[in-house]
C-alpha cells in the first residue's frame, strides 16, 4: 500500500500524491512514527520518519520561495520554573494571531517534547508581539521581534503588573505590633517591585519591604503601588486600637493530594478561624506533628515525606490557641507501594517453542497493571493473534477483547483462540518470510496505551495442523 503525502499548494489547500519516491522497497521495517519540525532553523519543515527493523530516514524540505516564520523557543518560566510542556505561545502579525502548544509534533511511538515552535506566517511582514503562557498561568511577551528569526522566551522581560492583591481589605493591631503586608499580582510573574506609603505614619508606618508597624490608636491607609505600571496600586486599612485578643478557634487541614505513594510528598495548608470574624488570629503558626514517623514524617512547613507503605495520622496544632494543644484538626493518609503500568504474559514458553495444534484450543493468559491511581478503559484488554508478513505488514488480525478487565486497577486476563479459525493459518503453509505475531494491550482511563508482543521473527510460534 503506497503512503499519501500532503502538499501545500499555498493557496490554502493541500493536493494528494503518491509519487513522493519516500519509500525503499528494499528496507524490511515498517515506519512507525513521524516528526514535522524546522531542523535548520530556516522556516522549512522537515520531516523525520521512524521504522522498527529499519532504517530511519530524514527529508529535507527544499521548496523555494516560502513565506515568512517564526521559532518561538519556550523555556522553563521565569517565577515558578515549570518546564514548557502546554506551555501556549501567540504570535501576533499585522493581519491576525497564530496560536500553538507546546508538544509532540507527530504521532505513535513518539514521546516528543518539541519546546521550539513553528510558526509559518505566509505573507505576514511584522511580528507585533509574542505571547507564551505556562500551564500555571505564569506569562511573558516578547516584541521589537524581527521576523524569519529563532527567539526564546529566556530573553523576556517581565510582564507589567496588571493587579495588586492584598488578602484582605483591612486590617486590625493593636499600638506597638505588626503585620507584614505580602501582595500577589496578576500575573503571577509580574514586576513585583512596589512601594509602599502610609497616609498618617503617626498611626501606622511600613517599611521599604511592606512591615506596619502600629505606633498609636487611630487609621491609616496603606498603599500599595506598581514602580512599573502607576495606575495599577492597592490599599489596605490599618485600624490601630486597643483591641481584644484575637485566638484561633478552629482549624482544618487543606490537602489536595487523594493519594500518598512511597517516596512521594505532599505539601499540606491549614486554614484558621479566629474569635474576630474576618480577621486572622495574632499568632496564625501551626505546630505539626506525624503519629509514626517511621511511615511518614510531616515538616514545620507541613509537607509530609511518605516512607513506606502504611497508615498514619497527620495533626496539625494552631499555636495562636487560647489554650494550648487545644485547637487541633487530624488527617489519616494512606501511603502505598507505587506500581508503574505494565502488561505481561503469564508465560512466554507456552507459546513460543512448542508446537501449538489446531485442534486444541490456545489459552492465552496476560498480567496486568494500569498502573498506580489509573484503571483500564471501559475496552478492558485487547489480544491479538497475527499474521504478519515478511515487511510486518498485517495480513490477518484475530481479535478478542476481554471486557472484564474494563475499568479495573489490575489482575489476569484470559482469553481462548480458536485455531482452527480461517484467519488462523498453520505455520507450515505460510508464504517466505510470514509469522504469527501474539499481542496484547490495554489503555488506560488518561488515555496511555501499555502492549506486549511476542513471536517477532518467523518460526517463533509454531502452529501446527494436527488431526
Not at 519509500?23 to 531542523?39: E, I, P, T
Not at 516512607?307 to 489554650?323: D, E, M
Not at 489482575?411 to 505460510?430: E, H, R, W
Request: proline content about 4%.
Amino acid at each position: 500500500m503506497t503512503d499519501y503525502l500532503l502538499i501545500n499548494d499555498g493557496n490554502g489547500q493541500f493536493e494528494i500524491t503518491q509519487t513522493h519516491g519516500a519509500h525503499d522497497a528494499n528496507d524490511s521495517g515498517h515506519g512507525d512514527m513521524g516528526q514535522a519540525f524546522a531542523l535548520t532553523r530556516d522556516g522549512k519543515v522537515d520531516l523525520l520518519n521512524g521504522s522498527e527493523d529499519g532504517i530511519w530516514y530524514l527529508y529535507k524540505n527544499q521548496t523555494q520561495n516560502v513565506g515568512n516564520h517564526s521559532l518561538v523557543h519556550v523555556g522553563y518560566s521565569p517565577l515558578h520554573n515549570i518546564d514548557p510542556m502546554s506551555a501556549v505561545v501567540t504570535v501576533t502579525t499585522e493581519s491576525k494571531s497564530y496560536t500553538r502548544r507546546v508538544g509532540s509534533a507527530g504521532e505513535n511511538f513518539s514521546q516528543s517534547l518539541l519546546n521550539t515552535v513553528h510558526f509559518g506566517l505566509g505573507k505576514n511582514q511584522t511580528i507585533e508581539e509574542i505571547k507564551v503562557t505556562w500551564r500555571n498561568g505564569e506569562v511573558v511577551y516578547l516584541n521589537d521581534v524581527m521576523i524569519n528569526e529563532r527567539v526564546s522566551s529566556d530573553d523576556a522581560d517581565m510582564p507589567v503588573p496588571e493587579s495588586i492583591s492584598l488578602g484582605a481589605d483591612e486590617r486590625k493591631l493593636r499600638p506597638g505590633t505588626t503585620y507584614q503586608i505580602a501582595p500577589s499580582f496578576t500575573p503571577l510573574n509580574a514586576n513585583p517591585v512596589v512601594t509602599f506609603q502610609s497616609s498618617d505614619p503617626s498611626v501606622a508606618s511600613v517599611s521599604d519591604s511592606g512591615l506596619v508597624t502600629a505606633l498609636a490608636i487611630g487609621d491609616t491607609e496603606i498603599l500599595v503601588q506598581s514602580s512599573v505600571a502607576e495606575q495599577v496600586s492597592s490599599s489596605l486599612l490599618i485600624r490601630s486600637g486597643d483591641f481584644d485578643p484575637i485566638y484561633a478557634t478552629d482549624i482544618s487541614i487543606v490537602n489536595e493530594s487523594d493519594t500518598l505513594y512511597v517516596s512521594q510528598s505532599t505539601a499540606l495548608s491549614v486554614e484558621l478561624t479566629s474569635s474576630e470574624p474576618g480577621e486572622s488570629p495574632d499568632d496564625s503558626s501551626v505546630t505539626w506533628s506525624s503519629s509514626d514517623s517511621a511511615t511518614a514524617t510531616v515538616s514545620v512547613d507541613g509537607v509530609v515525606n511518605a516512607l513506606k507503605a502504611g497508615t498514619v495520622q497527620i495533626t496539625a496544632s494552631a499555636n495562636g490557641a487560647h489554650q494550648p494543644a487545644t485547637v487541633t484538626d487530624s488527617l489519616s493518609i494512606d501511603i502505598e507501594d507505587w506500581f508503574e503500568a505494565s502488561v505481561t504474559f503469564d508465560d512466554n514458553n507456552k507459546y513460543m517453542g512448542p508446537a501449538l495444534c489446531t485442534n486444541q484450543p490456545l489459552s492465552v493468559v496476560a498480567d496486568y497493571h494500569a498502573g498506580s491511581g489509573s484503571t483500564v478503559n471501559g475496552n478492558g484488554l485487547t489480544f491479538r493473534l497475527r499474521h504478519m508478513d515478511a515487511s510486518w505488514g498485517l495480513v490477518n488480525d484475530y481479535v478478542i477483547s476481554h471486557l472484564q478487565s474494563a475499568d479495573t486497577t489490575s489482575g489476569s486476563a484470559a482469553v481462548i483462540f480458536d485455531l482452527t479459525n480461517p484467519l488462523v493459518v498453520p505455520t507450515a503453509d505460510l508464504p517466505d518470510g510470514h509469522f504469527h505475531f501474539l499481542f496484547v494491550e490495554f489503555v488506560t482511563d488518561e488515555g496511555k496505551k501499555h502492549e506486549r508482543g511476542i513471536g517477532w521473527a518467523p518460526g517463533d510460534i509454531n502452529i501446527v495442523e494436527c488431526n
